[in-house]
Structures are given as C-alpha cells and as structure tokens.
C-alpha cells in the first residue's frame, strides 16, 4: 500500500526565516510526486510535480527536490502570504492513476 | 487560465437524502476524479473515471456513490443515502493526460449531513 507522511504537522516561522518541509513515502514504482498548497475551505492548488531522484523544480520563494524515499519543499525568505498548509502526494506507476496523499503541514509566517 | 468549477459550495441534508455533487471539468481534460477530505484529516481517493467508465475505485466508494457524466461537460458524483460520516469536503480533480500527470482540483464542496 502506497503510504506518504509528512512532517513536521505544522510550523511557525518569522518572515524571512527559511525551513525545510519534509515528506517521506513509499511506492509500489513512483511515477510521479506532487506538492500541493492547501488554503483553508479551498481546493488543493498544484505546485510542482517531480519524476526522478534528483530533480528539483522552484517557483518564487518555494523550491521542491526528490530522492528515492523522500521530497523537500525548501521555502526561502517566507513572508505571511506563503501561510497554508501544503500537500505531498504521490501517484504510482501503471494503470491507475489516483493520488495518495499525506497530511499535510500547516505553515504559519509571522511578520 | 482555465479552472475546474463545482457547485453547490455548500450542500446541507438530512440522513438518507440523495445529493448530487457537480463538477464542470477543464475543457480539454480527459481524466476525472472525486476525492474527500473529512475534516482535518488528509485527502482520500474516492473514484477515477475515464472514457466513460470508472477506472478505478476505493474502499469508501461503496453502493451508495455513484459517478456519470450525464452530458459531456459536467461529471457529476451521487451519494444515495447519506449518512452522518458523508460529512466532508469534497474535491472533483481533472487531468489531460499525455502531456502531463498533474491532476488540478475544484475548490470543493462541503457536504453537511444532519
């Protein structure tokens, strides 16, 4: 059974205070590790998705690398406005293609 | 930039009513999904359909749920029978398939069950 966990559950950081978002998982053949930001009554709204160790992609202040067990969402210099709670989800290899998801970790910027 | 819409933003019932949740999918998206999140609990796969047929389906996604796609735009998710642990938000998901993975999620529905 796919299973993914993030950690920590939730996290306060001082604007500008970069940190690491962590998600371990395990996969029956990855095809592909998606990071999600999550708003509070909303839907998930897509970041990145990663295909192989190794990769990374960034986008603004946020930066998402790959291994084999494990992805890191990197946030640089957060101000208030990057306050969610982001996602990690991964699809398997084959025929079917739903996503599993973890958690989630709430992140909280103070100004 | 095209979105995945849902209506109603907030559905109340009473145990043992039928509700019917709608999806309006991206236009050119081939892959159709309904999720639920109950709250604070971590998103959960219900159903996948595809072609017109359910590709793929989970442990909750009993007889009581049904999905179709009654006129080629909307997808539409029925629960027959509701039930006080219905109680959820739930997500309708699009993905085109081929050039990309990425499955973009409707801003949801809650469903109250009293």
């Known amino acids: 059974e796919d299973q993914v966990t993030q950690s920590p559950e939730a996290l306060r950081l001082q604007e500008g205070e970069s940190s690491s978002l962590n998600c371990s998982y395990t996969v029956s053949g990855l095809r592909g590790l998606f990071w999600y930001r999550q708003d509070p009554g909303k839907g998930p709204e897509f970041l990145f998705t990663l295909y192989s160790a190794g990769e990374e992609k960034e986008k603004e202040r946020l930066k998402a690398t790959l291994t084999k067990k494990e992805s890191f969402l990197h946030i640089t210099a957060p101000k208030p406005e990057d306050s969610a709670t982001y996602l990690c989800?991964?699809?398997?290899?084959?025929?079917?293609?739903?996503?599993?998801f973890g958690k989630g970790i709430t992140l909280s910027v103070r100004p | 930039e095209p979105e995945v819409t849902q209506t109603p933003s907030h559905q109340v019932t009473q145990m043992g009513q039928e509700v019917i949740l709608r999806c309006v999918p991206i236009s050119n998206h081939l892959y159709f999904y309904w999720y639920r999140q109950i709250l604070g609990q971590k998103v959960e796969f219900l159903v996948s359909f595809y072609n017109n047929e359910i590709s793929e389906k989970s442990e909750i996604f009993d007889d009581q749920f049904s999905v179709e796609r009654p006129d080629g735009s909307n997808f539409t998710l029925k629960i027959r029978s509701t039930k006080l642990e219905d109680s959820a938000m739930y997500f309708c998901a699009t993905q085109e398939w081929g050039s990309t993975d990425t499955q973009y999620f409707g801003p949801g529905t809650r469903l109250t069950v009293l």
């Open positions: 989800a991964v699809q398997a290899s084959g025929a079917n293609s739903k996503l599993t």
